[in-house]
């Protein structure tokens, strides 16, 4: 005598979608801030082909002193301006990711003056301003 099949299908271990791979969600979260901080940029800039710029001097000659905005709010506290691509954990990219989206991070228009300030000391915005090339500069 057999057990009827919804009794043993009770009995049987669910099966659980396949668990992400930690690669896959650095990839992920990677692409998502990517997305997010270009499509701000675009957005604040009117120019749909905005490209942002990870290297400090590049992002302050392509994106600071071209569109005249600069990121607020930018955590230097807890990680320094880096492009995504460095970052080490997928909680460091989705503490991005959050402050982006709840707009703690943001862009904002700069005057003259602000330019000005900025380009004469950006230490407070994105800390010291290195030399070099960093892989994966834009988005």
Known sequence: MSAPMDIIASRCPKSRPPRQRYSEGMTEARAEIRRVVRECLCAITDEPTARMRWVKAAYMRDVVARYRVRIE???LEDMPFQNPC??????????????????????????????????????????????????????
């Open 86 to 139: 460095n970052l080490s954990s997928v909680k460091e990219l989705k503490f991005l990711i959050l402050r982006w989206t709840e707009g703690k991070t943001y862009f904002r228009k700069i005057t003259e003056c602000e330019f000005q300030c900025m380009v004469s000391d950006p230490t407070p915005w994105i800390g010291g301003v290195e030399g070099g090339q960093e892989a994966g500069d834009d988005v």
């Open 73 to 75: 709010g930018w955590p």
